[in-house]
T-cell receptor, first 111, second 112 residues
Framework: DADVTQTPRNRITKTGKRIMLECSQT?????MYWYRQDPGLGLRLIYY???????NKGEISDGYSVSRQAQAKFSLSLESAIPNQTALYFC??????????FGQGTRLTVV | KQEVTQIPAALSVPEGENLVLNCSFT??????LQWFRQDPGKGLTSLLL?????REQTSGRLNASLDKSSGRSTLYIAASQPGDSATYLC???????????FGSGTRLLVRP
């Protein structure tokens, strides 16, 4: 089993719908992150969390929210999906200054 | 604001060639630098992590160097193979958030 698991792997949704992307990890890391990847723009940070009581906005948090349900689980929600949120989404984990590990990604298409 | 640049954006080499991928960053105040590999439509696989106090790291045919003062890192791939074809990303970890700032990647094609 993968150390960082994202579900679903692919999702097509309609504009205006609420959608949740889930991430779970077995690494035992305290830090978890959500990134999105767009062609030509690289990976950009959406939200990050240091523990279940700590949530922080990244550089592109507008239109997104997150929930850290447990140390091992970090979910990303799009409250009202729009087409420009079509992207590849990645969850990542790390310890304080340690190596970052990424999930396999969720390909989200908003039509 | 930290910016990470990777040059070239794409590279095509014949099998067996040794090659160097470049990564530069604008602010030398980094905690560490990490190289990743990404296959098309797939996740990121960590290759090497270099802490700010280190000069290089090696794993198999891969060697990564770090020169903080000049804001540069290189990833050296020895005896390249078609299976090395992928996009290679470098990322620096900055500030107390420990978030990663990514470059746009170098797309590598190793021709048989």
């Amino acid at each position: 089993d993968a150390d960082v698991t994202q579900t679903p792997r692919n999702r097509i949704t309609k504009t205006g719908k609420r959608i949740m992307l889930e991430c779970s990890q077995t690494k035992g890391h305290d830090r978890m992150y959500w990134y999105r990847q767009d062609p030509g723009l690289g990976l950009r940070l959406i939200y990050y969390s240091f523990d279940v009581k700590d949530i922080n906005k990244g550089e592109i948090s507008d239109g997104y929210s997150v929930s850290r349900q447990a140390q091992a689980k970090f979910s990303l929600s799009l409250e009202s999906a729009i087409p420009n949120q079509t992207a590849l989404y990645f969850c990542a984990t790390s310890r304080r200054q340690g190596e970052a590990f990424f999930g396999q990604g969720t390909r989200l298409t908003v039509v | 604001k930290q910016e990470v640049t990777q040059i070239p954006a794409a590279l095509s080499v014949p099998e067996g060639e040794n090659l160097v991928l470049n990564c530069s960053f604008t602010d030398s105040a980094i905690y560490n630098l990490q190289w990743f590999r990404q296959d098309p439509g797939k996740g990121l696989t960590s290759l090497l992590l270099i802490q700010s106090s280190q000069r290089e790291q090696t794993s198999g045919r891969l060697n990564a160097s770090l020169d903080k003062s000049s804001g540069r890192s290189t990833l050296y791939i020895a005896a390249s193979q078609p299976g090395d074809s992928a996009t290679y990303l470098c990322a620096v970890r900055v500030d107390s958030s420990y978030k990663l700032i990514f470059g746009s990647g170098t797309r590598l094609l190793v021709r048989p």
